[in-house]
């Protein structure tokens, strides 16, 4: 039995495993090369996980995306489009934060469905609907500011990306994480028994829950050392987790690895393959609506330049979390992962004082390294 | 003097003895026939010939002319004269025919081509072997049949002295065989020597010196083709009597629980053109109803359409237990009781980087797990009967479905379409690419289906299959019906006489 399961489950174990020593080994390094050891402070830590979460919520879509076999270079734009008309209902039209926040998610959608029904219905290759995307909605930031950058003084709207939240709120939600953690190892372990599948071993599977629980714990502390959890982080740890539950406990997310795996195969077996790809595209899109807000409410302001090049972000961090272009593979742990690991260089290479073009010369080298070590250990194995 | 002779030939993978000991001569002018079931190690021993599998990678020695050669690649056996056409095409289609005649070697003076010497070269080689191809189409105009002639012209036009065909014509027409044939025998004249793959024993005999049989890798004889018979050839390549794979069951049949009626079905790239034409049949509980034809007759075509998996267009009524149901969509057919065992099982019948228990709920995945939220435990439980009963052979549900053998995998997909409770199965090309013993279980798993009264469609280029298996065949040939036998009636000869529409 054991032997059997080597062939997947540790083999993706065991990346994630590598990943998190490669991220070990990258903050070590920050955190002994940053002068006064800067780096691994309760304080920077908070900045970095702010700084990611525009780019970890869009790369939770984007692995769905890019599980089911395609591809969105369009989300970058859409942050920009998406954030500008919020910003233009709050000001110009002087509506209220609401309706800002559901136009902004329901702009995401809307060109999440157009997108994905162009490519599923009409055959449109991703690539090349998107990248169309890429410049329309690109520009119809432009022509929507005129240009011009426009401020948003609401302050409740400006703690969606900058505020925290009290430590003793931090604590409760730490509390519910670790028993939920506790519940699920149990729900496991007593499953096993409802259909015959052998003893319950209720001792190892709390055991293993251990691990995940103290990470929660941790992670509260250190982010109440500094300020309490950043509104930001919160809403990227609530999708990541939405994203992992769909990937594995869901028929979708099943079917988004079975269309990506082989689309014939999917297909004959009763897929709806076109429903479930206009259905991946819309969720990223209502994700990228909320990284939009995040991001407008982080800077303060609606730019015609906001989000410029925040799908190749996202798309190399599913890349460097082991997901395939190709389809059919893929994690959202691997892909909040890698936009951690991304985050953590330009964080650290900032502490650095690096300048920026060897910072991108950097970033560029790793992501094709990550994906050239990753094709020859797969080769090998 | 051979003009090619492999010596003691042993090729290992790991686990397998693919070629165990193999030794064959071949003679200039030599029109020699390589037969053995699937998996015998023919192609094998093609690949080690041609270089695929580099020397180095198998024991054994091969000489050409007498020289001892050692293949590092396809370029150094294209070099000694040795020219492989393989079953794939392997033309570029959207090049022409003379771009691909010469791909790789265009005439051309410092990089640029010279298209006139060219597509010259090209039109002189096609005119002597009399092929009116125009050498400034697109190949993949051209159909499979020509496509293949295409294929035996670039061969020559390299100076083949060695010409090795793996199953040529299974997709050419009769009169597309015949001028195949007569391009072989004026290539035999001009002293070129032809190893030739193939099941069809009517051809091998017809055209053959002589007639090596392989089996599970090793040499079982070589005969002068004149001084043989084919019921010597067959015992020789199954080395039991055929009878024995066959267990002839009866079923008894109950009401009709499939019925077709003026299936049409049109080509996805060819408009108009008819691959099913106005067939319409029907199937009962508990009988097997097997559908013969030769590659290209419209079988694939006829079930995909029925299923509503067809690309291009398509017209038919269906009934389901008497009731005229709509099917729009494959998911249609599986809740109206359709399952169906595709061709082709890497293509169409799995995912192979996933899992064994993944592969097999994905038809049924809503009812083995759970309708929104999935259930690993569940699905692992409803798995673990079709796994044991269909003896697939692997340590865990949790085991890649890539990582089996064809057996293993083919059985995955047949359970797979067994767990979403068919009332009628269809299975197309079941045991292609597969061991015996694989073949014998899915076989006694048909059998036992249609005893518990599963309607069975089985279509099968193999015809002792579908000959051992059905309760009555029809015969297709073209997109039409052009036979229709009872078991009793049922002989190879009948079938085949209206697989080739001589009826």
Same mark, same amino acid.
């Given at each position: 039995?054991?032997?059997?399961k ?10 994630a ?9 990258i ?10 050891n800067?780096?691994?402070?309760a304080?920077n ?17 984007m692995?769905m995306?890019?599980?089911?076999g395609?591809?969105d ?7 920009? =489009?998406?954030?500008?008309i919020?910003? =233009?209902?709050?000001?110009t ?10 136009a ?8 999440g ?6 490519t ?6 991703? =690539? ?23 401020p948003?003084?609401?302050e ?7 505020a ?20 699920s ?25 251990i691990?995940?629980?103290?990470a ?6 250190v ?20 994203g ?15 269309i990506g ?14 429903r479930?790809?206009?259905?991946v ?7 990228t ?9 982080r ?34 742990f691997?892909a ?13 290479m ?5 300048? !920026? ?15 050239g ?9 | ?5 492999m010596?003691?030939?042993?090729k ?8 165990d000991?193999?030794?064959f ?8 026939s390589l037969?053995g ?6 192609s094998t ?7 695929v599998?580099?020397?180095? @990678? ?10 001892a ?25 959207e ?30 080689l096609?005119q ?12 993949g ?17 390299q100076?083949?002295?060695i ?13 597309e065989?015949?001028t ?9 004249e ?14 091998v ?5 002589r007639?090596t ?7 079982v ?16 390549m ?6 024995d ?5 009866t079923h @008894?049949h109950g009401a @009709? ?19 099913? !034409? ?5 199937v ?8 013969a ?12 359409s ?9 017209t038919?009524?269906? /009934?389901? !237990?008497?009731?005229?149901?709509k099917i ?6 599986i809740d109206?009781?359709?399952g ?7 293509r169409?019948?799995?995912?192979? /980087? ?13 009812r ?5 939220f ?26 890649v ?34 061991d ?16 518990a ?11 002792p299959e579908v000959?051992g298996?059905s ?10 019906v @052009? ?5 009793? /009636?049922a002989t ?12």
């Amino acid at each position: 039995m054991e032997e059997a399961k080597t062939s997947r489950i540790n083999a993706t174990a065991l990346r994630a495993y590598i990943m998190l020593a490669v991220l070990g080994l990258i903050w070590i390094y920050f955190h002994w090369a940053t002068p006064g050891n800067t780096f691994l402070t309760a304080r920077n830590l908070s900045n970095l996980m702010t700084q990611m979460s525009v780019t970890g919520i869009i790369a939770v879509g984007m692995l769905m995306v890019i599980v089911s076999g395609n591809i969105d270079l369009s989300v970058g734009s859409v942050v920009g =489009f998406a954030g500008g008309i919020a910003a =233009f209902l709050m000001t110009t039209w002087g509506f209220g934060l609401p309706v800002a926040i559901i136009a902004a998610i329901l702009v995401g959608v809307a060109v999440g469905v157009f997108q994905g029904a162009l490519t599923a219905y009409l055959n449109i290759p991703a =690539f090349i609907v998107t990248l169309g995307g890429l410049l329309a909605w690109r520009g119809a930031v432009k022509w929507l500011l005129g240009g011009n950058t426009i401020p948003v003084a609401d302050e409740t709207f400006k703690a969606i990306g900058n505020a925290n939240i009290p430590a003793t709120v931090g604590w409760v939600l730490a509390g519910i994480a670790v028993l939920a953690v506790i519940y699920s190892a149990y729900r496991r372990a007593s499953s096993v028994q409802k259909y015959g599948l052998g003893e319950t071993n209720y001792k190892s599977e709390l055991l293993k829950a251990i691990i995940p629980a103290g990470a929660v714990i941790a992670f509260i502390a250190v982010m109440n050392a500094w300020q309490g959890v950043p509104v930001p982080v919160l809403i990227m740890l609530a999708v990541a987790l939405l994203g992992a539950f769909l990937t594995n406990s869901t028929v979708f997310g099943r079917y988004l690895y079975a269309i990506g795996g082989n689309p014939d195969a999917a297909r004959l077996s009763g897929i709806n393959d076109k429903r479930n790809i206009v259905k991946v595209y819309a969720l990223l899109g209502a994700l990228t609506g909320v990284a939009s807000l995040i991001f407008t409410a982080r800077v303060g302001s609606a730019a015609p330049d906001a989000g410029v090049l925040k799908e190749l972000d996202a798309i190399a961090a599913c890349v460097i979390g082991g997901a395939s272009l190709m389809g059919g593979r893929g994690t959202i742990f691997g892909a909040c992962l890698g936009a951690l690991i991304m985050a953590s260089l330009d964080n650290g290479m900032s502490l650095l004082n690096v300048r !920026d073009f060897m910072q991108d010369i950097i970033k560029g080298s790793i992501l094709v390294a990550a994906v050239g070590l990753d094709m020859v250990g797969r080769r090998q194995g | 003097m051979p003009l090619l002779e492999m010596r003691n030939i042993v090729k290992e993978f790991p686990g397998v003895r693919a070629l165990d000991g193999v030794s064959f001569t071949l003679d200039a002018g030599e029109f020699h026939s390589l037969v053995g079931e699937n998996g015998a190690g023919k192609s094998t021993l093609m690949k080690v010939l041609s270089g695929v599998y580099p020397a180095g @990678t198998f024991a054994g020695e091969i000489l050409v002319d007498d020289a001892a050669r050692h293949f590092r690649g396809i370029r150094d056996s294209e070099k000694a004269g040795i020219a492989i056409i393989f079953q794939e095409l392997s033309l570029v289609k959207e090049l022409t025919v003379g771009e691909n005649i010469f791909l790789g070697r265009e005439p051309s003076r410092f990089g640029v081509i010279n298209w006139s010497d060219l597509y010259n070269r090209a039109t002189k080689l096609l005119q002597d072997l009399n092929l009116p191809i125009d050498p400034r189409v697109k190949a993949g105009s051209l159909g499979i049949g020509q496509q293949q002639l295409v294929e035996i012209a670039k061969a020559l036009s390299q100076d083949a002295k060695i010409l090795v065909l793996d199953e040529p014509t299974a997709a050419l027409t009769e009169s597309e065989v015949e001028t195949l044939f007569g391009i072989l025998e004026n290539l035999r004249e001009r002293g070129v020597g032809m190893i030739y793959i193939s099941h069809k024993l009517d051809e091998v005999f017809r055209m053959s010196d002589r007639i090596t049989v392989l089996r599970d890798g090793k040499t079982v004889a070589t005969h002068i083709a004149a001084a043989t018979n084919k019921n010597d050839i067959i015992a020789a390549m199954v080395g039991r009597e055929v009878g024995d794979i066959f267990p002839v069951t009866t079923h @008894t049949h109950g009401a @009709t629980a499939l019925s077709v009626t003026g299936l049409t079905t049109y080509s996805a790239d060819i408009a108009d053109k008819k691959l099913v !034409d106005n067939v319409s049949f029907a199937v009962k509980k508990g009988e097997v109803l097997g559908i013969a034809g030769l590659m290209g007759a419209g079988r694939s075509e006829l079930l995909m359409s029925i299923f509503a998996a067809w690309q291009g267009k398509y017209t038919r009524d269906i /009934e389901v !237990d008497g009731r005229p149901v709509k099917i729009n969509s494959p998911s249609d057919a599986i809740d109206n009781g359709i399952g169906f065992v595709t061709e082709d099982r890497k293509r169409f019948g799995l995912i192979l /980087e996933q899992t064994i228990v993944d592969n097999m709920t994905l038809a049924g995945l809503k009812r083995l797990s759970g309708r929104i939220f999935t259930n690993r435990t569940k699905e692992n439980h409803a798995v673990a009967g079709p796994m044991k009963s269909l003896r697939i052979k692997a340590n865990s549900p949790m085991t890649v479905a890539g990582t089996l053998s064809g057996g293993n995998q083919q059985k995955i997909v047949l359970g797979k379409w067994l767990l979403t409770n068919p009332s009628v199965l269809f299975l197309d090309e079941p045991t292609r690419g597969i061991d015996v013993g694989a073949k014998q279980e899915i076989y006694a798993e048909i059998n036992r289906l249609a005893k518990a009264g599963m309607a069975i469609v089985l279509v099968s280029s193999e015809l002792p299959e579908v000959l051992g298996l059905s309760d009555r065949i029809i015969v297709l040939h073209e997109g039409r019906v @052009t036979g229709e036998f009872n078991r009793e /009636e049922a002989t190879p000869e009948k079938v085949m006489a209206a697989a080739t529409g001589n009826h």
